[in-house]
């Protein structure tokens, strides 16, 4: 079975540090993808980045970066220099089937950051 | 890349009610998918709604109590039936991006109440 676990519930840190936020994931299909997005207090959901089973390069985008490993199922995501604007909850998901009928993400619980000047 | 317009935003409804929440999206999809959030909780998945035939509804949700209609490719609507607080939640739908390697979009939420 599918499975999404982000087990740090809540992280508090000071502007400037940096953070990682950890996901662990279970799946049996040899092809899947791998998401996170941002749910900033106004509660919209914002995508940040997508990832195939295929594709085990790390990926950097401005602050933010990922490390996506299969040998332990993990797809942490870190970010540097951390701002109080980053402050929301953080969910990593898991899709098996994009575009097919079973194309829907499952979620992890979700990792609130608070970021504080 | 799509966008969606979900409506409304957020209501309160009163208890044994029903409300209605539409998405609109700007370019034709083939699924589009209805998350409930409850508060403090990650998103759940209610259904699948796949234009021109029934939705497909996940363990613990069932027709009832969440019809959809699905008339064609850019739009859905999701009822909440004979609401009970327990329905208090954000609900959302969410379509897959072309191209794919950009993610799912999601509507902005409704954010219902019940009273």
């Known amino acids: 079975a599918q499975k999404v676990t982000q087990a740090q519930t809540e992280i508090s840190v000071v502007e400037k540090e940096d953070v990682t936020l950890d996901c662990v994931y279970e799946?049996?299909?040899?092809?899947?993808?791998l998401f996170w997005y941002k749910q900033p207090p106004s509660g919209e959901l914002v995508f940040l980045i997508r990832?195939?089973?295929?594709?085990?390069q790390n990926e950097i985008s401005g602050r933010y970066s990922w490390n996506f490993q299969k040998s332990t199922s993990s797809f942490n995501f870190t970010i540097t220099a951390s701002q109080v604007v980053d402050s929301a909850v953080y969910f990593c998901?898991?899709?098996?089937?994009?575009?097919?009928?079973?194309?829907?993400?499952?979620f992890g619980k979700g990792t609130k950051l608070s970021v504080k000047p | 890349s799509a966008v969606i317009s979900q409506k409304p935003s957020r209501d309160i409804c009163q208890r044994g009610t029903s409300l209605t929440i539409q998405c609109q999206v700007d370019s034709q999809v083939t699924m589009m998918f209805w998350y409930r959030q409850q508060p403090g909780q990650s998103l759940t998945l209610i259904a699948t709604?796949?234009?021109?035939?029934?939705?497909?509804?996940e363990s613990g949700f069932v027709i009832d109590k969440f019809p959809i209609s699905r008339p064609n490719l850019t739009f859905s609507t999701l009822t909440v039936s004979n609401m009970s607080p327990e329905d208090s939640s954000i609900y959302l739908c969410?379509?897959?991006?072309?191209?794919?390697?950009?993610?799912?979009?999601f509507g902005s939420g409704t954010r219902l109440t019940v009273v």
């Open positions: 969410s379509v897959e991006r072309r191209p794919t390697n950009y993610g799912y979009t």
């Open positions: 709604a796949n234009q021109g035939s029934e939705a497909t509804y």
């Open positions: 990832r195939n089973s295929f594709d085990e």
């Open positions: 799946t049996r299909d040899t092809t899947y993808y």
């Open positions: 998901a898991l899709s098996e089937d994009p575009g097919g009928s079973q194309g829907n993400l499952i």
